[in-house]
């Protein structure tokens, strides 16, 4: 049977190449489109990460509800500890303290509310690869009164690095302070939003102008992404008893979640489209086949092959057509995606965001096979109803084919 289909298939070339053109088309397009998806999915991800929230962050207990609003009050107080432990833990690539504030910025002629950081330079600038400078530098360990803004700030007071700037913030005991600090540089993050209102200073300045030595979080980078699930369970389980809570990168930014949300139901619509789209071609181009050779059939019956091996033979043809055209489908999908995110897909901004990037097509193992199912189990389906249409004409009508 197997050896029969063999030759039938390469003895009907040319519905064989429709066939397997149909295959190939769909299978490549659910590769392109999956890589691509799965491409925003990753960039999306890491720009959250890199540009602000770590893959894990550490707060005081009630600190993610209640904490923006008054995080004075949640204050971890002797960090150094907490950060040597956390250190140790496989996986961990770093460890860095943030104390959040709000405060009012002072250009000389006018206030500005604003969302202040006290961070520490050298390790935020390694973690933040997606923020870029737009004027100036980055903010180092060396400019004790330095001062960064978002891209925002700085166009609502105007300001330009080396301009004098005045932060007026209450301190833990209700005092008003004051600090005056020289712009370094203006800072552009992924989301416009954050850059309107965000400054950061120097941890130890921010801790002078608040008079506190505690910090509001401890934010993890990790080695890889893939690790935040495994490293997070670790760290709730040795950090519960001091009364402290682990958030990861997807729980501080529910934005992603929906996000992806809304992309996997328009991908599944899209692979819905692909699939009927290849259902539909290979159905027209197995039924053109088998009607076409319906007295090949009657001529096979009539030498005692009986209906059920007719139509496991259509069925096995149709399998072996559809396990070469989605083999050759991903490979096509593999060396379109690999050519593609060589040369790159300019991609415009996201939603609240100024930056574009460049698309790539993420090339992933179970969307092949995904694919290549999807291919298959199409150019299957697709013969089963001629198939069973061919073996259940009578003979003799089948055999009038013939003439």
């Known amino acids: 049977m197997l050896r029969l289909a063999l030759r039938n298939i390469f003895r009907q070339k040319t519905h064989t190449m429709m066939t397997l053109t149909a295959i190939i088309c769909g299978v490549g397009g659910l590769i392109l489109a999956s890589g691509w998806v799965n491409d925003i999915f990753v960039k999306l991800a890491e720009a959250l990460i890199h540009s ?24 971890i107080a002797g960090p150094d500890a907490i950060k040597g432990r956390v250190s140790n833990i496989a996986g961990v690539d770093n460890v860095m303290a943030r104390l959040n504030f709000s405060a009012l910025l002072n250009n000389g002629r006018s206030d500005l509310p604003i969302n202040g950081e006290g961070v520490e330079p050298g390790q935020e600038a390694a973690l933040g690869d997606f923020v870029s400078i737009t004027a100036g530098r980055q903010l180092t360990d060396r400019d004790a009164f330095g001062i960064v803004l978002g891209q925002g700030v700085g166009q609502g007071l ?61 934010v993890i980078s990790l080695k890889k992404t893939d690790d935040t699930d495994q490293v997070a369970a670790g760290l709730k389980e040795q950090l519960g008893a001091w009364g402290l809570e682990v958030k990861t990168w997807i729980e501080l930014n529910d934005f992603y979640e929906k996000t992806v949300e809304f992309y996997r139901g328009q991908f599944g619509f899209l692979q819905l489209i692909i699939l009927i789209m290849v259902l ?26 009986h209906s059920g091996q007719v139509f496991r033979l259509v069925i096995t043809e149709s399998l072996l ?20 995110s060589t040369v790159g ?41 001629p198939a069973r249409q061919v073996s259940r004409t009578p003979v003799v009508e089948a055999l009038r084919q013939n003439f």
Request: charged share 15%; hydrophobic share 45%.
């Open 52 to 75: 602000q929230s770590g893959h894990i962050q550490i707060y005081k207990e009630g600190y993610y509800a209640s904490g923006s609003r008054t995080p004075e009050k949640y204050l």
């Open 158 to 218: 105007q300001l330009k690095p080396g301009d004098h700037v005045t932060l007026l913030a209450t301190t833990l005991e209700g005092a008003l302070n004051s600090m005056d600090f020289t712009v370094i540089g203006i800072f552009q993050s992924f989301f416009r939003d954050y850059d309107a209102r965000a400054i950061r200073i120097p941890l130890p300045a921010a801790q002078e102008l608040l008079g506190t030595d505690g910090v509001n979080a401890l």
């Open 280 to 305: 539909l071609s290979v159905t027209n181009s197995v039924n053109m086949s088998v009607f076409e050779r319906t007295g090949e059939f009657g001529t096979m019956m009539a030498l005692g092959n």
């Open 321 to 340: 057509l559809g396990m070469l055209g989605s083999g050759l489908g991903v490979a096509l999908g593999v060396l379109l995606a690999t050519v593609i």
């Open 345 to 385: 897909i300019s991609m415009p901004p996201p939603p609240a965001s100024e930056i574009g990037y460049t698309g790539e097509i993420q090339i992933i193992p179970s969307e092949l096979l995904i694919s290549f199912v999807i291919g298959l189990g199409a150019t299957v389906l697709a013969a089963v109803h």
